[in-house]
């Protein structure tokens, strides 16, 4: 059984949220993880970069396929986490610990409203 803190909140794509002041910071859920397997190597997006929610921002590769991220939220990426070049398994390891990226969103409310929340994402994933 996958952990899923209550605090987040999730894309159905297996992103997770989390608002921190006035930015998001996103990662890949524990699930998102244990389906990947062992993560090889991260592709961060552009510091600067715009998303719309929902678009393709990065990639997760692992020892069995590579996997788009995408930004569950619209808004500017202000920060990457570049210790994922040297430690891409940190994402294995600490899921919820291990931040990809960080958005300035462009409505964090209304964007953040339409994620799931904890109960919801537990649904999604059949558990």
């Given amino acids: 059984m996958s952990n899923i803190p209550a605090e987040l909140r999730f894309a159905e794509s297996h992103e997770w949220a989390r608002q921190e002041g006035d930015l998001i910071v996103v990662g890949i859920s524990d699930h998102a993880q244990e389906a990947l397997g062992d993560v090889v190597f991260v592709e961060l997006p552009e510091i600067g970069k715009v998303f719309a929610a929902g678009d393709a921002a990065g990639v997760v590769e692992s020892v069995k396929a590579a996997s788009d991220i995408y ?7 202000v920060a990457v986490n570049e210790s994922l070049g040297d430690s891409p398994e940190s994402l294995n390891s600490d899921a919820y610990g291990s931040w990809i990226f960080k958005v300035k969103p462009s409505d964090a409310a209304g964007d953040l409203a339409k994620l799931l929340d904890a109960a919801g994402y537990k649904a999604a994933i059949g558990e």
Wanted: hydrophobic content about 30%; proline content about 14%.
């Fill in 71 to 77: 930004s569950p939220v619209g808004g500017e990426v």
